[in-house]
């Protein structure tokens, strides 16, 4: 099956400094690839819908300037967290949108864990 | 190399019938299994189950998880149309990443 793989997977990193998080569709295209923070009690909060060739949709609350996205290629979106500050520490998801329509299946990544020291 | 396979892909069922989700998983560490519902934006959680045979219940769901043969199921009983969506089913690793092997999720369509 189709899979998406998240580097690094974990990440630790001093208050201040940027940090990249690449997600991969490791055999399949993605024209739309979304990034997730989660949160306590495994709750899932979108952030942002990142598709190939243009501008991301940020979530309400999120702001586009600290979590920036970039979706290069058909199988490779980035997620840098500029500046980052302890309370950006969480779990980030990836997942990855195979096909269109009524027949698309999403599929997610591993997560990345970052901790800001 | 650790994966979780759901069944079926995807069922249609008619509004009032009970369905039976299945996932099963091969995950080295497995510390939990973690269960979402998928509509719209960001998958719901559901329920987190770690102890094999005790029965995690919200409602119209239950859950319930076996160690022994590696699998959890998701019922949903008197099912209703706000239930159509997909359903997630993710293994949690016992390791300070706490990365997670997801399913490829059900469909799940009922219809009226």
């Known amino acids: 099956g189709a899979v998406v793989s998240q580097h690094p997977s974990r990440v630790i990193c001093k208050s201040g400094t940027s940090v990249k998080i690449e997600c991969r569709s490791l055999?399949?295209?993605?024209?739309?690839m979304f990034w997730y923070r989660q949160f306590p009690k495994q709750s899932l909060m979108l952030m942002a819908t990142s598709n190939e060739g243009s501008k991301a949709t940020y979530e309400q609350g999120v702001e586009k300037d600290k979590f920036l996205i970039n979706h290069a290629s058909l199988t490779l979106s980035t997620l840098t967290v500029t500046s980052a500050h302890p309370e950006d520490s969480s779990f980030y998801i990836c997942?990855?949108?195979?096909?269109?329509?009524?027949?698309?299946?999403?599929?997610f990544g591993p997560g990345t864990r970052l901790t800001v020291l | 190399e650790d994966k979780v396979v759901q069944s079926p892909l995807s069922l249609v069922v008619h509004e009032g019938d009970t369905v039976t989700l299945n996932c099963s998983y091969e995950?080295?560490?497995?510390?939990?299994l973690l269960w979402y519902k998928q509509e719209k934006k960001a998958p719901t959680f559901l329920f987190m189950l770690?102890?094999s045979g005790i029965e995690k219940k919200s409602g119209r769901l239950s859950s319930i998880l076996d160690k022994k043969e590696l699998f959890s199921i998701l019922n949903i009983t008197a099912t209703q149309t706000g239930d159509s969506a997909v359903y997630l089913c993710?293994?949690?690793?016992?390791?300070?990443?706490?990365?997670?092997?997801w399913g490829a999720g059900t469909k799940l369509i009922i219809k009226p």
């Open positions: 993710a293994g949690t690793l016992m390791d300070s990443n706490y990365q997670l092997i």
């Open positions: 997942s990855a949108r195979e096909g269109a329509g009524e027949t698309d299946t999403q599929y």
């Open positions: 055999d399949f295209q993605a024209t739309t």
């Open positions: 995950v080295t560490n497995f510390r939990s």
């Open positions: 770690t102890s």
